[in-house]
Each structure stands twice: as structure tokens, then as C-alpha cells.
């Protein structure tokens, strides 16, 4: 097989796949990037992108418009919980505003900003990118991988054909896609977990028709139990009601709505759409040349907000990878890290998933009061959970042999998210990566490891950072960062061995 047409084709523009093309591109990485529908995204699907996703938003540059995509900065966060928006109110969990939050281990936050919103930014993203070529209405039919490249047939929605060349392959094509098919990669999980439906309208009287005021979620509680939940999602006309489990198909989502707000009320219907809640996570992650990532390798419901955020984590992960392993400084164990790292987290994520939606289902008929009470704090994932996860036991982090953090914590151990903290001109220390590795020195030096890098191309910053609450907050005099933000290495020293350190890195070893 001769040299390849593109280095690394996408299957799949979903937010994943549009992530992995935008880290992708932002390495300079020539990508091509395949959807076989039309873009246009009309269901909300995902309501929440969670602050590590935003502290990726930020280093594309899109940040700012997520944020101010939609929700008023403002305005309430809530939880509330109510037998139907006319009845009682049962109880409240109060959430800061945007506008008010306080939290110190991230420069961003999670940002209310649905699917429908975020996918066009992320991908005009995407497009501006010029090492990104991106092809709608263009689907993979088969593959065949030999040692040096990955030869594809692809079809467009008018049936013509064209083969191609690429050096990797990387499905973000979907619980049902082509590609994880394809590597006969089994799912293994619970399975499916409820029969759930969503209805996807639109009222502008609603909110006028009801005294809870505005909230994130409003979940409702009767003689059934905890049956379902509301999000509003631009914040002032459309809105998605989700049913837990929908065991009867005859049921149309008029009755539904007329439960929720417990009287009729001017709306329009734009989507019914019944599916499954699963839990399940890909046997493996890839093989030989070909990888996948989001849905594709697992999928789990909604509750807590992890499908999308555990995708886009997959995405960066592999992308600097890739990019390594094109330039030529990766090593041969690089890129079988990918599944030693992010399986395990995928294998927590869902679990967590299913256990919050699990605790929400649980939620007895009429319960209120202290009975309530007891229940909430199991009811969602929090965001310090999602953030702040340690690639444990990684084939390409060096332990220093100290025990794991507290969990939710940050940390600066081989193998976590570094932390974030305020650098005196006004960046995140986040800011500093992310263009291959990154040397975090508090006053110690560490030529050597500079020598070894720069002896095998791999790109390292050197970043020295005098201030003493950092130093603290990083525990050691010398932190070497990856490009997705992960500590690969740590000490107050440099190593005997720097030349080891940087081939273990960079999975030569």
C-alpha cells in the first residue's frame, strides 16, 4: 500500500468526532472528517457540557461562545422536585448562576448549552481549521488494515464510491456505527436499563404557567414514583420532557405533557423520540490502525452528564497520540495507551451513570420531606467527580510511588488532570498546554530532561512559575504536563535517568 491519501479520517460529526477533528487540527494534523448525514443537528440530546469539556472549548477558542450561546448568566441552576409544575413543591436543591458560581479548580465550569447549540459552533469550529477537511452526506462502507495504512470505501448519499487511504482510522460513529462492527469489538454492561422517551417542544406561555420559577431540571414525583424531568432548553420557549421508562408505546406525548404541568396548555410538538438507556462499554478500544471513541465504545444514560464529557476526554487523549505518532516522535506503545488509560475511565463513568439514574428511579411514589432529602445527594455526578480523574497504573506516566488523592480532589500525582491555578497575567496555568509536553518548574532546574527531549523531537515548553501557592498546589519543584493536561512525571528533582523518562512518556518503552 503506498503512502496514505490522509493521515487520519473521522468517521462521525457528532461532538466527539468534531472534537478529535478540532484538537486534530490545532495540532496541525491533516484530518478528514466524515458524517453520512447533513450536520444539521434538530434534537437536543445533551443539555450540559461539562467544565472539563469547557477547559477544552477553551483551548479551541469557543468558550466564550458556549457560554453565551443560550442560558441568561444570571439566572438559577436549580433542582427542583414537584408532584407537576402546578402542584407542590417538594423540594429544592439551589444552584449558583453562572454569574455567581464560585469554584476554584477550574478556569471555566459546566455551561448549559444543548446539542443543537453546541454542535454548529463546534463545528464552524471545525471548518475554519485548514488542515480539517469535513464531508457531509459521506459514509464508510468497509475497511481493511494492513501494517502501513487502512484502505476505506466510501459512499455518498447519490451511491458513488471512492476508495481511500488513511493512515488511521477512528470511529465516533455511534452505538450502531460501521467501525467498532466492524473490529467485532464486543460490548459488555448491564445492557439496556429503561425504555425511555423524549418529548422535544415548544411553549412560550409555559413558564407563566407555574410558580417554581426557572430551574436547570424539574423533576416530578406521584403515585408512581419519580417518573420524569423537564429541562428548558434556550430558556424561554423550547423545552424537553424526558420520561423515565415509557412502558407503553401507545401512550403520545400530549398525555405526557398534560401530566407534567397537570392541566392542558399551548404548546407545539416538535420531536417524540423513544429510546433505550444503556449501559454498555466496548471490549476493546481499537486494533492495528483503527480506533473508536464516545458511543461507539460506550454508552450510558444521561443522568450525570457523562456520555459526551467521557467522549470528548477520549478525543483529546488520542488525538496528541496521533499527532506523536505522525511526527514521528511517539513510540510504539503510545497509542495502545489509549485504551490502558480511557477503558477503565469509561468502565467508572457508565457505572456512575446507572447508579444516578438508578437512585432517581428509586425515588419512592409521594416521597417529600425528610424522605426526599435523604435521597438527593445520590441523584446526580458532581462536576470536581468528572474533573479531576488520575490515569492509574499508565503504561506512559512514571509513578512516583505516592498514594492516591482524596478522590474529586486535584492533584498533581502521575496520571491526573493538572491542576488549574490562576498564573499572574491572568491565565490558567490550564493555558500552558497543550502544544506538546509542558516542564512546570518551581524553582528547581531541569536541564536534562530538556537535552533528552530535544535528542528525540519531542516538543517541551519550559515553564517556570514562581509562586509559592502553586508550588504548593503542585506538591513538587518539577511537573512534567502531556499535551492533553495529564502529569506524565513529577519531582523536586530531575531524574537519574532523564532519557527513560522521556521515552516512557512518549511510549518508546
Same mark, same amino acid.
Not at 490502525?289 to 467522549?311: E, K, N
Not at 524553582?443 to 530538556?450: C, D, F, M, V
Given at each position: 500500500m503506498g503512502p496514505a491519501d490522509v493521515p487520519v479520517l473521522v468517521v462521525g460529526a457528532g461532538p466527539v468526532g468534531l472534537a478529535l477533528s478540532a484538537e486534530l487540527g490545532r495540532l496541525g494534523v491533516r484530518c478528514l472528517l466524515i458524517e453520512k448525514r447533513d450536520g444539521s443537528v434538530t434534537v437536543p440530546k445533551m443539555?450540559?457540557?461539562?467544565?472539563?469539556?469547557?477547559?477544552?472549548?477553551?483551548?479551541?477558542?469557543?468558550?466564550?461562545?458556549?457560554?453565551?450561546?443560550?442560558?441568561?448568566?444570571?439566572?438559577?441552576?436549580?433542582?427542583? %422536585?414537584?408532584?407537576?409544575?402546578?402542584?407542590?413543591?417538594?423540594?429544592?436543591?439551589?444552584?449558583?448562576? %453562572?454569574?455567581?458560581?464560585?469554584?476554584?479548580?477550574?478556569?471555566?465550569?459546566?455551561?448549559?448549552?444543548?446539542?443543537?447549540?453546541?454542535?454548529?459552533?463546534?463545528?464552524?469550529?471545525?471548518?475554519?481549521?485548514?488542515?480539517?477537511?469535513?464531508?457531509?452526506?459521506?459514509?464508510l462502507e468497509s475497511f481493511a488494515q494492513t501494517a502501513d495504512g487502512v484502505r476505506v470505501r466510501l459512499v455518498d448519499t447519490n451511491g458513488r464510491e471512492k476508495s481511500i487511504v488513511a493512515g488511521y482510522v477512528v470511529g465516533c460513529d455511534g452505538p450502531g456505527g460501521v467501525v467498532r462492527e466492524a473490529l467485532g469489538a464486543p460490548l459488555g454492561g448491564l445492557g439496556v436499563v429503561a425504555n425511555s422517551i423524549n418529548v422535544f417542544f415548544r411553549s412560550a406561555e409555559l413558564s407563566s404557567l407555574h410558580d417554581k420559577g426557572w430551574a436547570r431540571f424539574y423533576r416530578f414525583i406521584d403515585r408512581t414514583g419519580c417518573w420524569s424531568e423537564l429541562i428548558p432548553i434556550d430558556g424561554h420557549e423550547l423545552w424537553r420532557l424526558t420520561v423515565f421508562d415509557d412502558p407503553d408505546p401507545t401512550v403520545d406525548g400530549d398525555v405526557y405533557l398534560r401530566r407534567m404541568l397537570g392541566d392542558d396548555f399551548p404548546h407545539e410538538t416538535l420531536s417524540v423520540m423513544r429510546w433505550e438507556r444503556r449501559d454498555y462499554v466496548a471490549g476493546a478500544y481499537g486494533l492495528g490502525r483503527v480506533f473508536i471513541a464516545g458511543d461507539a465504545a460506550h454508552q450510558c444514560s444521561p443522568t450525570g452528564g457523562l456520555g459526551m464529557h467521557t467522549g470528548i476526554e477520549e478525543a483529546v487523549n488520542l488525538a496528541w497520540k496521533l499527532a506523536a505518532i505522525l511526527a514521528?516522535?511517539?513510540?510504539?506503545?503510545?497509542?495502545?495507551? %489509549?485504551?490502558?488509560?480511557?477503558?477503565?475511565?469509561? #468502565?467508572?463513568?457508565?457505572?456512575?451513570?446507572?447508579?444516578?439514574?438508578?437512585?432517581?428511579?428509586?425515588?419512592?411514589?409521594?416521597?417529600?420531606?425528610?424522605? #426526599?432529602?435523604?435521597?438527593?445527594?445520590?441523584?446526580?455526578?458532581?462536576?470536581?467527580?468528572?474533573?479531576?480523574?488520575?490515569?492509574?497504573?499508565?503504561?506512559?506516566?512514571?509513578?512516583?510511588?505516592?498514594?492516591?488523592?482524596?478522590?474529586?480532589?486535584?492533584?498533581?500525582?502521575?496520571?491526573?488532570?493538572?491542576?488549574?491555578?490562576? #498564573?499572574?497575567d491572568g491565565h490558567s496555568t490550564l493555558d500552558l498546554f497543550g502544544n506538546g509536553f509542558t516542564l512546570l518548574r518551581f524553582g528547581a532546574t531541569a536541564s536534562a530532561l530538556a537535552s533528552a527531549a530535544k535528542a528525540r523531537n519531542v516538543p517541551l515548553r519550559d515553564a517556570p512559575i514562581d509562586d509559592p501557592a502553586i508550588a504548593t498546589l503542585y506538591a513538587r519543584k518539577l511537573a512534567l504536563v502531556r499535551p492533553d493536561g495529564h502529569v506524565a512525571w513529577r519531582g523536586d528533582e530531575e531524574p537519574g535517568n532523564s532519557a527513560a523518562v522521556i521515552d516512557r512518556v512518549r511510549g518508546a518503552v
Amino acid at each position: 500500500m503506498g503512502p496514505a491519501d490522509v493521515p487520519v479520517l473521522v468517521v462521525g460529526a457528532g461532538p466527539v468526532g468534531l472534537a478529535l477533528s478540532a484538537e486534530l487540527g490545532r495540532l496541525g494534523v491533516r484530518c478528514l472528517l466524515i458524517e453520512k448525514r447533513d450536520g444539521s443537528v434538530t434534537v437536543p440530546k445533551m443539555s450540559q457540557v461539562s467544565a472539563r469539556a469547557m477547559e477544552f472549548c477553551r483551548r479551541w477558542g469557543i468558550a466564550g461562545q458556549v457560554k453565551g450561546a443560550v442560558w441568561p448568566e444570571g439566572r438559577a441552576l436549580d433542582f427542583v %422536585y414537584a408532584e407537576n409544575l402546578r402542584g407542590a413543591e417538594l423540594a429544592r436543591v439551589r444552584m449558583p448562576s %453562572y454569574a455567581t458560581r464560585q469554584r476554584d479548580d477550574t478556569p471555566e465550569g459546566a455551561c448549559h448549552c444543548p446539542q443543537i447549540y453546541f454542535d454548529p459552533i463546534l463545528a464552524a469550529h471545525v471548518r475554519s481549521l485548514p488542515s480539517v477537511t469535513v464531508r457531509y452526506g459521506t459514509a464508510l462502507e468497509s475497511f481493511a488494515q494492513t501494517a502501513d495504512g487502512v484502505r476505506v470505501r466510501l459512499v455518498d448519499t447519490n451511491g458513488r464510491e471512492k476508495s481511500i487511504v488513511a493512515g488511521y482510522v477512528v470511529g465516533c460513529d455511534g452505538p450502531g456505527g460501521v467501525v467498532r462492527e466492524a473490529l467485532g469489538a464486543p460490548l459488555g454492561g448491564l445492557g439496556v436499563v429503561a425504555n425511555s422517551i423524549n418529548v422535544f417542544f415548544r411553549s412560550a406561555e409555559l413558564s407563566s404557567l407555574h410558580d417554581k420559577g426557572w430551574a436547570r431540571f424539574y423533576r416530578f414525583i406521584d403515585r408512581t414514583g419519580c417518573w420524569s424531568e423537564l429541562i428548558p432548553i434556550d430558556g424561554h420557549e423550547l423545552w424537553r420532557l424526558t420520561v423515565f421508562d415509557d412502558p407503553d408505546p401507545t401512550v403520545d406525548g400530549d398525555v405526557y405533557l398534560r401530566r407534567m404541568l397537570g392541566d392542558d396548555f399551548p404548546h407545539e410538538t416538535l420531536s417524540v423520540m423513544r429510546w433505550e438507556r444503556r449501559d454498555y462499554v466496548a471490549g476493546a478500544y481499537g486494533l492495528g490502525r483503527v480506533f473508536i471513541a464516545g458511543d461507539a465504545a460506550h454508552q450510558c444514560s444521561p443522568t450525570g452528564g457523562l456520555g459526551m464529557h467521557t467522549g470528548i476526554e477520549e478525543a483529546v487523549n488520542l488525538a496528541w497520540k496521533l499527532a506523536a505518532i505522525l511526527a514521528g516522535w511517539g513510540g510504539d506503545a503510545l497509542l495502545a495507551s %489509549y485504551e490502558a488509560e480511557r477503558r477503565p475511565i469509561a #468502565l467508572r463513568n457508565v457505572a456512575l451513570a446507572t447508579k444516578a439514574f438508578e437512585s432517581i428511579r428509586a425515588i419512592p411514589p409521594r416521597a417529600a420531606g425528610a424522605e #426526599l432529602d435523604a435521597r438527593l445527594s445520590g441523584l446526580s455526578v458532581p462536576e470536581p467527580v468528572k474533573t479531576h480523574i488520575c490515569y492509574e497504573h499508565s503504561p506512559v506516566c512514571v509513578s512516583d510511588g505516592s498514594e492516591p488523592d482524596a478522590p474529586a480532589t486535584p492533584s498533581s500525582r502521575p496520571g491526573a488532570r493538572a491542576p488549574h491555578a490562576w #498564573l499572574g497575567d491572568g491565565h490558567s496555568t490550564l493555558d500552558l498546554f497543550g502544544n506538546g509536553f509542558t516542564l512546570l518548574r518551581f524553582g528547581a532546574t531541569a536541564s536534562a530532561l530538556a537535552s533528552a527531549a530535544k535528542a528525540r523531537n519531542v516538543p517541551l515548553r519550559d515553564a517556570p512559575i514562581d509562586d509559592p501557592a502553586i508550588a504548593t498546589l503542585y506538591a513538587r519543584k518539577l511537573a512534567l504536563v502531556r499535551p492533553d493536561g495529564h502529569v506524565a512525571w513529577r519531582g523536586d528533582e530531575e531524574p537519574g535517568n532523564s532519557a527513560a523518562v522521556i521515552d516512557r512518556v512518549r511510549g518508546a518503552v
